[in-house]
């Protein structure tokens, strides 16, 4: 297994923000994480990346217990994360941003550049690599956002909300990019998504949450007809309406 | 009543909206829906004049109030109800329903008007005292409409007051709302709930990427196809 | 465009301020530069500085007659043929750094001929590091912390007394009341004047004044209750003071400016302090703000000093200047413009004893000169160059020091109490304390 | 060997750099290598000296304020402890000026390191007020202490004629390429560092810190490590000060003025660029000095404070980026 | 005993000063998050207002604290509207010397002015009175002066959690942007925490006037305690300031009795163990 999450508790003073989670992600796998807003999507990737301490339960990477690690060493451990808001150093380039990424894994510039420039090449961003990226499109930015993250040579990949804010277009391109470093990277992928159209056509599996909770899990096409997701995600009267 | 024109507005140098119209008239309830990230709280900021816009206008009332203060449109009544409820944690329930009242002149006014809101939400009433970020999620989404309410605005427009709350308080929330429709307020909401929010609304307006897309009667809208893609993806 | 506009602007005007300061006319005038701390927390006092060493060199420059002192007569330095002293003033900011600098510009860029200053010991003493190495006379009239002379600079010369003088003077002050020398006081028992109580500022005077007066106590046989240093330019001194009172000590000693001295004299009075002799050691106590400010509290502090208005009763030369200082400045001599005072006037004795501007020369000449007391607004025998105490070099040995002690202000003028043949008034005592 | 080469590429190099800005600092190399022999005004050489001793300062500072993000008021301690390793160890021991460097630095660095553990748990102003509070209680310790000579500071013995052994000279020039050589080693090292991964890790920490453990980056140990060397930077003018004034104390070495100053010539010039303490030097330090000689012993005293104090105003009110800030938008439009 | 009470009674005189003088400081942190380095220098004003108006009409100093607290408060909503505005969008170190550019400025005006002659007002019903309670004299301003700070603090306190503005104030400090949707005037808030800021340490500054001396670079030293003060309180927390200053009081005048020398030391190391324990201060947001 290469992620294995065990009951996983995290409150917030009496706010249960995520409440006996469980699930496991497969070497290789690309699992899908959804949930309407306040769900408690980002707190669980919080808790994996090592951003917030759980109060509860086991997170084990590849039988490893990274449970409470600082986010860095989970980043060296190799698990590496986007943000649902876009966090990018404004005050330095493209490329550096990438290579800072690289840097996690060597101590040399020559080495770390080469890397950079080889992944903003795959990402398609070689024309953008010496602008700063707060000038970019916001689609730009979040590929910029991707491979700092695969910089980091992560065996395991949680993206955050990947699509929010991009058009029906961009949104595509991006699939496209993520399969293909998929597969040339060998990387596991976990991503939580607001826009459906985008988990669905990527998950090969997925988990639903509401309310705190884990509600179900299975391949996107059954899940997406379950009565209890679309009750979760529209609300009851939506459900019963159909 | 208020009357949206094409208004462009971008965030540090990014269009974050496109060309956004829209109108809402007296008594009505409008509803205003779309994905994250579409434009939907950066419209209603730039009616109240929290962003000012590049391009476009803005009537309320037949007044231009494109680019105003915001301390003036609110003087104006309209009033707006903010994502995430941004209520005061540390300030108690009264004090934070009396902010909502900061541009009445009048004391009495203002008394009437709490006990007028203390009326529509008697849960509030009872825990005056306490502070605001004590209360449950629901109970502060209350407190953020109530304290809308408090100068009885002319336009109230909720940005995604359902955001958070479990599936029950939902359905209590879109009562509210219906219920405030009927007092006669002019209401604009934004909301992520598709069905329950279109189904209350007289009209409702479809947002994607920072445009109107789409636009007609709420029940309408909810029959139509475009809501279930835009949002399932199926 | 406009950025290269921006930069050539940029240039010119940085050339300019190169390049200004050196276009200088020429004119029949000797310049000698002046150090003083005119900004920062000691303005006041260098302000009084200023004045003194200005009114000494328009004494030089123009006739004054009937002072009484042939500096007064001159019109210009004769043995220069009449040339006139220009006095260059430098702010010294109170900062050793910015002093250092400002002696290199006077040195090199105003082509001074000597230098004169800074009053406070740590910028006297980058700045006359500067120079000796450029090989300048520093004249030093204002600065006693005793190391200063102790440095074996050839390009130094010290005109006042500095503080183990002072401390000794002190003590032969105390010693005398015990013998009973002081006019018109009975011989004071030990006992009642017995321990010391000293507080100092924190800073190279402060800690010097508190070294020799330790030393001179242990030497004279007298206890110490408390000897302390404190920060100067303190927020609040109440703590302090207390410490002083509740050592129940009956003499206190002082080494502050003015802001403090003001602070310690407001704080015992608030805690009905009942000492029988309150001594400062110059600075603060004597500064025109000092009494100024407390008015009738002053009465009855005696403060070490090198002149004082009153000697005119004895030094009618001192009279006359005061008047016309007074005219010029609204306020007596005191010990600081008096100091500077007679700085200026051992530059310009030096001067015309030399015939030339030349270093070399005017070494020399420091170094053989002798003006006599009756020559100078001081009390003093007069200026000579030597070593007074173990270790100094070119320290002036015919210097001294005098005790004044405030009287009947704020109408009063501050009375010379020692050395008691000088004594110009009866001291007050036990220290009256404070209404 | 290639290692090597690479290291002494990653130093000297500005390749990574615009061309003007590498045209710019070579003219700019060379009116300093010149201006000596341009300039013949006693004053006119201090204040270029002091320029680049405060350019020095700033390229230190700007480590942890630029770099680093971190405003740090309390540089000047760090000065201070390498004003008086030197100036202490010349007095006591007479140990060779070069020899006493290596002790100040290591003393500023491992102070800086041991405070900066408990003080980077403070953001902000918090931090910026704990290294103040720091810096001051260290300069009223060495006024305490009397092995520190106290209050009566250290003076220093004046040797004759050039001496490279304790870097004592008669003349200014002397002390002009001195210093111009200590400038170069930082500004160097500080090339070296901007481009090295510690330099990148601690951009990343000052922009983003969650993004920044994101990428593996142990966002405290950089912070720390940073002020360390910050620290140890600051040592370096403080020596050269021992043996340029020859007499030291603590207030002319570390009181909160000098920390201020240094930390207001990056912010002047544009913090976070390598120009940045340069430019602010070059205005800074010569506004001051010529306003002070000009307008410092007049009548009425203060008009030298008060347009300095105006400049300083209108700099943090229109440029908060500093003179660097309008530079690049400037070139920003041009390559528009 | 007497050694403690003594030390006592002058530290929590001294420290209500210092936490009147704080009080400003930290509201107009706890509102836009900036820290004032010209904040002594305001104080300054205030202490020249009680001079001059004492020297020259005469006025007894008493009376001249109304109009120190008006020109107070007049000069905080002017360095608001013509300087601080503009800074606050900077980042931090702008902000820092924004402040410390006003700060030279004000100081070295009153330098130009007045001259750095040191003064002290010498007319008054209460200067230079003592009054005596059994092993204890203190100067009568001193305890008036104390009554006035609390006063002062009541009176802040008051209108901060009992008024609407204080509510407008409170709700703009929280959250300024949700304060703006209630309709408030963020922008009139922010230049009513300066003026009331600039009013309470003017304030303060008439008060000390009364035991006090008076020169232009009078104010840095009060700032640096006022800094200490604040961060060790708690940025915004008005109790927290006022608890700190008496706190700051007793260390000085105890460590004064004891290691004078190293007096400001020990607030400054005690401030330091606070935050690195409480980050935030005593009584922090």
Redesign the interface.
């Known amino acids: 297994m290469m992620l294995e999450v065990k009951n996983l508790v995290k409150e917030f003073g009496g706010l249960v923000a995520n409440g006996d989670i469980s699930f496991a992600l497969r070497q290789g796998e690309i699992l899908g994480l959804i949930g309407p807003n306040g769900a408690g999507k980002s707190t669980l990737f919080n808790c994996i990346a090592g951003y917030y301490k759980p109060t509860g339960g086991e997170i084990l990477f590849e039988g490893k217990d990274i449970t409470g690690w600082s986010p860095h060493q989970v980043t060296r451990e190799g698990i590496a994360r986007t943000f649902q808001g876009i966090k990018i150093m404004p005050n330095l380039t493209v490329e550096e941003n990438v290579m800072i990424g690289a840097f996690c894994r060597t101590g040399d510039r020559q080495v770390a550049q080469k890397e950079a420039r080889g992944i903003l090449d795959l990402m398609g961003l070689t024309g953008e690599a010496e602008a700063f990226p707060t000038g970019l499109p916001i689609a730009a930015q979040k590929r910029i956002e991707l491979a700092r993250a695969i910089a980091t040579k992560p065996r395991l990949l949680m993206l955050d909300e990947m699509a929010a804010g991009l058009n029906p277009l961009e949104t595509k391109e991006i699939i496209q990019i993520l399969q293909k470093i998929k597969e040339e990277k060998k990387l596991t992928l976990f991503l939580t998504e607001h826009v459906m159209e985008f988990i669905m056509t990527v998950s090969e599996r997925v988990i639903v949450m509401a309310a705190g909770k884990k509600i179900t899990e299975g391949p996107p096409v059954e899940v997406a007809r379950q009565e209890k997701v679309i009750e979760a995600y529209l609300g009851e009267r939506y459900a019963k309406g159909r | 009543m208020l009357k949206v024109d094409k208004i462009k507005v971008n965030y540090?140098?990014?269009p974050a909206l496109h060309e956004v119209t829209l109108e809402v008239h007296q008594g009505e309830l409008v509803a205003m829906v779309g994905?994250?990230?579409a434009g939907k709280s950066t419209a209603l900021k730039a009616i109240?004049g929290?962003v000012s816009p590049v391009s476009g206008n803005i009537l309320f009332n037949g007044k231009d109030i494109t680019r105003q203060?915001?301390?003036k449109i609110?003087?104006l009544g309209v009033?707006?109800?903010?994502e995430s409820r941004?209520?005061?944690?540390?300030?108690t329930v009264e004090?934070n329903l009396?902010?909502?009242a900061?541009?009445a002149d009048s004391e009495e006014e203002v008394r009437g008007h709490l006990d007028y809101v203390y009326g529509l939400f008697p849960r509030l009433k009872e825990r005056f005292r306490q502070r605001g970020e004590t209360l449950s999620g629901g109970e502060q989404q209350m407190l953020a409409i109530g304290?809308g309410l408090m100068?009885r605005p002319k336009l109230l427009m909720l940005d995604?007051p359902s955001?958070?709350?479990?599936?029950k308080l939902?359905?209590e929330l879109f009562k509210t709302i219906s219920l405030l429709k009927e007092e006669g307020y002019t209401i604009l909401l934004v909301e992520?709930?598709?069905?329950?929010a279109l189904?209350i609304a007289d009209r409702g307006y479809i947002l994607?990427?920072g445009r109107t897309i789409h636009t007609g009667g709420g029940k309408e809208l909810l029959e139509s196809d475009t809501v279930r893609k835009a949002?399932?993806?199926? | 465009m406009r950025i290269k506009s921006g930069v050539l602007f940029f240039v010119v005007i940085l050339s300019l301020l190169i390049v200004l300061p050196n276009l200088s006319f020429a004119q029949k005038e000797v310049k000698i530069g002046v150090i003083l701390p005119l900004s920062g927390p000691l303005a006041p006092i260098g302000k009084s500085l200023k004045d003194g060493a200005e009114l000494a060199a328009d004494i030089v420059n123009k006739k004054y007659p009937g002072i009484g002192i042939p500096i007064a007569e001159w019109e210009g330095i004769p043995g220069l043929g009449g040339a006139k002293i220009k006095l260059v003033f430098s702010d010294s900011r109170g900062d050793p750094a910015w002093g250092a600098e400002q002696a290199k510009r006077l040195i090199e860029d105003e082509k001074v001929v000597g230098l004169l200053g800074a009053y406070q010991s740590a910028v006297t003493k980058t700045a006359s590091v500067e120079a000796e190495r450029a090989g300048i006379p520093f004249v030093n009239p204002d600065s006693t912390s005793p190391d200063l002379s102790k440095r074996g600079f050839k390009w130094f010369w010290r005109v006042t007394p500095h503080e183990t003088w002072f401390t000794r003077d002190l003590f032969d002050f105390l010693d005398g009341l015990v013998a009973g020398k002081s006019p018109g006081v009975k011989a004071v028992p030990k006992s009642e004047l017995e321990p010391l109580a000293v507080a100092v500022e924190n800073t190279e005077w402060g800690a010097a004044s508190l070294t020799e007066i330790e030393k001179f106590a242990k030497e004279r046989g007298w206890k110490i209750a408390e000897g302390f240093k404190y920060p100067h330019k303190a927020t609040d001194l109440t703590s302090e003071s207390r410490r002083l009172t509740g050592s129940k000590a009956p003499t206190f000693l002082f080494a502050s400016y003015v802001s403090d001295a003001i602070l310690f004299v407001k704080a015992m009075k608030e805690m009905k302090a009942t000492p029988k002799v309150v001594w400062g050691q110059n600075a603060g106590f004597i500064a025109p703000d000092f009494w100024k400010t407390l008015g009738g509290d002053v009465n009855g502090i005696v403060s070490r000093d090198v002149f004082a208005a009153v000697l005119g009763k004895v030094k009618p030369e001192a009279d006359r200047i005061n008047k016309i200082y007074k005219e010029r400045s609204g306020f007596d001599f005191d010990g600081s413009s008096a100091r500077d005072f007679i700085g200026v006037q051992v530059w310009a004795h030096a001067l015309d004893k030399a015939k030339s501007t030349d270093p070399k020369v005017l070494q020399k000449a420091l170094n053989e000169l002798h003006i006599p007391g009756k020559e100078l607004i001081m009390p003093w025998k007069g200026v000579k160059f030597g070593s007074p105490f173990p270790g100094d070099t070119n320290q002036n040995e015919l210097g001294s020091g005098i005790i004044i002690q405030y009287q009947g202000y704020p109408d009063g003028k501050p009375e010379i109490v020692f050395p008691f043949e000088m004594a110009t008034s009866k001291l007050i005592y036990p220290f009256p304390g404070w209404k | 060997m290639v290692r090597l080469r690479q290291l002494l590429i990653d130093i000297f190099s500005f390749r990574d750099r615009p061309r003007f800005e590498r045209i710019g600092f070579l003219i700019f190399i060379l009116i300093v290598l010149i201006f000596p022999w341009m300039v013949t005004s006693a004053y006119g050489r201090a204040v270029m000296i002091k320029f680049l001793l405060f350019a020095l300062f700033g390229l230190g500072w700007n480590l942890i304020g630029g770099y680093g993000g971190q405003v740090d008021l309390g540089q000047a301690k760090n000065v201070g402890f390498g004003a008086y390793a030197t100036a202490l160890m010349i007095v006591w021991w007479k140990v060779p000026f070069w020899i006493t460097v290596i002790p100040g630095i290591v003393i500023a660095a491992a102070e800086s390191f041991v405070v900066a553990y408990p003080m980077f748990r403070l953001k902000g102003h918090y931090f910026a007020i704990a290294t103040l509070c720091v810096a001051l209680v260290w300069k009223e310790l060495f006024i305490f202490w009397d092995w520190t000579g106290g209050a009566r500071g250290v003076e220093l013995p004046i040797r004759s004629g050039v001496d490279f052994v304790y870097m004592q000279f008669n003349s200014p020039i002397y002390y002009h390429y001195f210093i111009l050589f200590l400038f170069l080693m930082q500004f160097f090292f500080v090339n070296w560092f901007r481009k090295s991964k510690l330099g990148y890790e601690v951009q990343a920490v000052r922009d983003n810190e969650d993004a920044a453990a994101s990428l593996g980056i142990n966002v405290y140990r950089t912070k720390v490590i940073n002020y360390t060397i910050a620290g140890g930077l600051g040592a370096l003018g403080g020596s050269f000060m021992a043996v340029y004034y020859l007499y030291i104390d603590p207030d002319a070495v570390m009181p909160l003025d000098l920390s201020i100053l240094i930390a207001m010539t990056v912010m002047v010039g544009g913090a976070g660029s390598i120009w940045g303490p340069i430019i602010g030097a070059a205005i800074l330090i010569p506004l001051d000095m010529y306003l002070g000689a000009w307008l410092g012993a007049q009548k009425r005293l203060g008009i030298d404070f008060m347009i300095y104090a105006m400049i300083m105003m209108v700099i943090a009110a229109k440029e908060p980026k500093g003179i660097w800030g309008i530079i690049e938008r400037v070139r920003k439009k041009r390559t528009r | 005993m007497e050694l403690a009470v003594q030390l006592i009674v002058y530290g929590i005189l001294m420290g209500l000063v210092f936490a009147l003088i704080a009080l400003g400081l930290s509201l107009i942190f706890g509102v836009m998050n900036i820290v004032n380095f010209a904040h002594g220098e305001f104080m300054m004003v205030g202490m020249y207002i009680a001079y001059l108006l004492s020297t020259f009409l005469p006025l007894d100093p008493l009376l001249s604290l109304p109009f120190a607290a008006g020109a107070g408060y007049l000069l905080g909503v002017v360095s608001y509207r013509l300087l601080i505005h503009h800074i606050l969008r900077g980042p931090m170190v702008a902000q820092l010397f924004g402040t410390f550019g006003l700060m030279l400025f004000l100081r070295y005006l009153a330098m130009y002015i007045f001259t750095p002659d040191v003064r002290s007002i010498k007319q008054g019903i209460l200067v230079g009175k003592t009054l005596s309670m059994g092993w204890i004299n203190v100067d009568a301003s001193k305890v008036f002066s104390a009554g006035v700070c609390v006063l002062a603090f009541a009176a802040v306190y008051w209108m901060i959690y009992r008024t609407k503005l204080g509510r407008g104030l409170r709700a703009t400090s929280i959250d300024s942007e949700a304060a703006k949707y209630m309709g408030i005037d963020t922008k009139g808030m922010n230049a009513l925490a300066w003026g009331i800021g600039g009013a309470t340490v003017a304030l303060a500054g008439a008060l000390l006037a009364h035991f006090y001396y008076v020169t232009p670079t009078v104010g840095m030293l009060f700032t640096l305690i006022a800094f200490a003060t604040v961060a060790l309180g708690g940025f915004g927390s008005i109790v927290g300031a006022f608890i700190a200053g008496i706190l700051i009081g007793l260390i000085m005048v105890i460590s004064g009795q004891f290691v004078s020398e190293l007096k400001f030391s020990f607030i400054y190391a005690v401030y330091f163990l606070v935050v690195v324990f409480r980050p935030r201060g005593l009584f922090g947001w």
Do not use: D, K, S
Request: charged share 20%; aromatic share 8%; glycine share 12%.
């Open positions: 540090e140098g990014i994905a994250n990230g109240v929290a203060e915001t301390a609110v003087r009033v707006y109800v903010p941004r209520i005061f944690g540390p300030l004090e009396l902010l909502g900061f541009t304290r100068i995604e955001l958070g709350l479990m599936p939902v359905t992520q709930n598709v069905r329950e189904e994607q990427t949002f399932l993806g199926l």
